[in-house]
């Protein structure tokens, strides 16, 4: 089947069955490998990406389901201002070890920042509760979002 | 220190952007996939296997197909890359499908029949205790049985005026690195390269050539970004490395084998479950004058680094104190379980939370507050360790004690909670000490050699030559800082790749809290020597080999003297609250001090410190994992729970830093002390809460609400 919808910003046609993973669909068909799997049943939002500006675990959503929807990758995401923020916002608080999680983080992140802009720090550990760090601890993670808001201010 | 302060990680851009490589992103052409079959059974002979007429491009591989030896080569070569007659425990490969198709060769994988006799399994410590069911390993079933002892404690424990004695208990623990395993193989030219995340590359290309039975130079490793390792990746990765290999040899086409997350959950290592028994003696004064432990592991169905992990568990059972006479007996069982190995830490949680609980109960069966107590007995500079070493630099466990307090308000709160007694909340205080000896244990240092190579290339840049690896730690940036800053040029000269051991010395493998203080101790060393070497012309390579400090004495066949060149230190206050209708135990606040030596990258430091206490703290509440008849009860994440951001407490710590003269710059071992040492304090603040005994971990509401009706009957 032809399912055709905006990938990172560019008008796209996949020809696969609808039922297939949009997971694989972005690693398999579009190589983007920026879009991990960690688990595979939606539990550790490593494959999180953008469906309309909505953080989605892409293991979760059959391809068929993002017909003529906008979904965003961290390879889109990657050329935004609001990313070169997180970037060096992660970098400072030190967010980032081990990495296999970190871009379904950068993905939750926009999807919080983008609704909230000046989240509490409630407000971002609800956020990322479903995005599984097995290095950081969290609190580190949770300080970088807060310093992005911070030094973000306007973007969101 | 100036090397203190925190440079961003070299890292952070390729990860955060997404744009670094891990192995399940490398694709080459024509690859194959393969997929594993497993035993389902936990215990059984294979009587038959039935597959289906293969299509074209699709292969089998199994026992057949290794060249040489079908044994994983660690400290045994007990454990089968491909099982022969018997399986021993559910998830065990017995043959890999391999093809251009992944829904193609997982179609396949169904379609094969795999006929079993069952044989008689055992299940627990107790089942292999019994010796009633036939041996798994060896004929007394046990991977190790040591014992060491030192002063005199059957003559102390003669005299004593009072024996206080205890049983604990910790369960099984999941590594749950965000990366699933996995391998890439290619066979050219008569040379087999795996590329693959992991820890050990020359553990790989050391069980490879063992399994291939070829010469060194036809087997080539090289590690991939790894997404976390906790020790989950230290030995297992050479038994898929083999699984990829063999099937790279026999396809002659790349082949890429990845674990699915419940496979890695099912299939691959675990930390040892514990049963540690204390028996203490005290004088009339109350006093300790001698201790008795008996340390018992489950792990599993085969040995993998079982009897190191034993030996670790039992050198630091005294915990960071001062005891005059002791022995300790280990013993680690052979079960039809998933193998258990190395997990952050190595044995230590399990014995220091056995012996920080057991000392908490004396305190509490003595009517004193378990820090004052516990604070009489801490080890200084010169005291002799339980194997009767020496602790030969200073040791700051009273400064950092009152640090704690103070920053925790503890013994407001220790009386405060006491008193409380809420109807919508219970809350209590627990405090833990705990010390981490550095490397290797025992002999490892020693045997291993540690080499490192420092290169001045002809561009101008200085490369790092080791096969330590950055699994999300921070050896890319902490190394590098070592070098740049002992040669007093940028960090951007400092080149550092990936290992590839075929261009690396072995400088040992990633694991024991090791790289930082032994491999980085030779880069400094190596790069001093380049600073003085400056001036020569075209390219100069410098080549460092470990050595203990002079002072190290070690006997590996009585378990005397200095078990660990050098020990970090810690100690950690916890506050919990826990429902009184539910038991659920929320982590409120860690309060922890640390002295890990000079810190090379303070931000680096206190990531590692705020992962190990949150994985320690799911290790004490909510990381459950069962296994009935030989089968994981918990085989997703979505079963088994780790803390997310929401389980997570806030964390407060600080450094004291008592410098190792021989580590670099001051450094001593970090990654492991923060998890093996926070348990038993989350476990003594839920003691302290509900005022019953927390003996075992995971403290499960279950389990309090059981102990609780206990109690309370």
Redesign the interface.
Known sequence: MKIEFELNGQKVSVDVEPTMRLLDVLREHFGL?????????G??G?CTVLLDGKAVPSCLVPVGMVMGRRVM???GY?KTKK?KV??DA???A?A????????GI?MAVESLLSENPHPTDEE???G???????????????NAVKLAAQKGAGLW | MEISK?I??V????????????I??VKLEGMLYAKTLRSTRPRARIKSIKIPKLPNGYFIVDKNDVPANNRVKLIFTDQPFFAEDVVNYIGEPILLVVGPDKAKVLEILEQIEVEYEDLEPIFTIEDAESGTKPPIFGDDNLFADYEFTKGDPDAAFARAYRIIEGEYRTGIQE??????QGMLATYEDGTVTVYGSMQCPFYVKNALVYALGWPEDRVRVVQT????G?GGKEDYPSLIAGHAAFAAIKTGRPVQLIL??TEDIEATTKRHPSIIRHRTALDASGRIIAMEIDIKLDGGAYATLSPVVLQRSMFVSTGPYHIPNVRVRGRAYATNNVPRTAFRGFGAPQSIFAVEMHMTNIAEALGENPIDFKMRYFLKKGDDTATGGSVHTDVKLDEMTRQVIEMSNFYEKFERFRKEKGDTVLRGIGFSAFLHGCGFTGKGEEVIKATAKLRRRDDGKVEILVSSVE????AQTTLRKIVAFALGIPMEDVVYENPDTSRVPDSGPTVASRTVIIVGGLLEQAAKELKARWNESGEIEVIKTYRHPEYVRWDDEKFVGDAYPEYSWGVNVAEVEVDPVTFEVRVKKVWGVYDVGTPLDE??V??QL??????AVGYATIEVMESKNGKLMQN???DYI?????D?P??ETRLVVSPYPYGPFGAKCLGELPMVGCAPAVAAAIQHALGLKVDEIPARPELLLKKWLEKSR
């Open positions: 490998i920026g879009v991990k799997e960690g688990c595979g049943e539990e550790c490593s990758t961290i390879e990657r990313f997180l970037l992660f970098a400072e030190g980032v070890q081990c990495g296999f999680c970190t871009p950068i971002i550990r609800r990322l509760s479903g995005n599984l760090c097995r290095c950081t601890g969290y609190n580190m993670i949770v | 925190a961003r990680r890292d952070n851009d390729e990860k955060v952007s997404g744009i670094a490589k891990f399940a992103d590594h749950i690195y965000l990366e699933p970004t790894t997404g976390g906790f699915d997350r699994i999300g730690q921070g931000r680096v206190r990531g705020e992962g190990g206490i949150v994985q997703t994440i979505t780790i803390p997310t951001s929401i997570a806030e964390i």
